[in-house]
């Protein structure tokens, strides 16, 4: 995710969706400082902005594509945050994520720490995009039933089903799941490093990644659907184990 070749910069989206006020106190109370929050919000800006190149550099972008990118990467971030938190106080990785091998081969974590990043905590990823959507006119019975979708995903682990998005082909993206993690994560990870934001926070830079280009897709993808597909790609992305660690 170099930005070395030139590309019409992504206009700004906006400050990030809260749900409610309880949600920003606890935003507020989770990154503590507004340096921070700066901090996070460039960062992910600049992510935003080196995945629409990337994606871009052969043609024209394909938004759904774009979009189970930056899900399948928010998800990941789930686990590589839970990972690194557990390295840096002297645990296994592994332990952490409760990672188990399954007969199709591919290893997979189940980890609560790692859905309430995804799911339960202000901010979670859910939080962000759900509260994204409902800002662009999705009505609250129009939200995806994220429970079905975690059963499902759980269901699916370590099956040919596992990663199949169930929505309308012509948004369907031209990519499979594991192939994002697998080529941009290691380069995503450096930038996380070099920037020096805590791994608490990394799940947040990309839920800001997420909404930054749910926000641009809006004219080619209705947001109900975008949704849809940024949630289908987070949530088995943050259960996918890759085979070096993702160098997290």
Known sequence: MQQEHPAQDLPLAGPWPLADSSAAAAQASLLGNE?????????????AQALHQELASQGAVHWPTLLAAAGALAGYSCQASVAMIARQHGLAA?????????????CYSRAASVDRLLLEDHPSLWSVLSAAARQQGVRA???PNIGQLYSYVGATVGTSSFGVMRIEPVWLPLQPLHCWPERLWPQCHIRLQQSGIDARHWHVVFSLVAYQLMGQASAWVPAQIALQILMESALPASRLVLQDGGRH
């Open 35 to 47: 340096q921070l929050m700066i901090q996070v919000q460039v960062l992910a800006y600049d992510l």
């Open 94 to 106: 592994e332990q952490a994520l409760r990672v188990q091998q399954l007969g199709d081969g591919r």
């Open 141 to 143: 019975e129009q939200l």
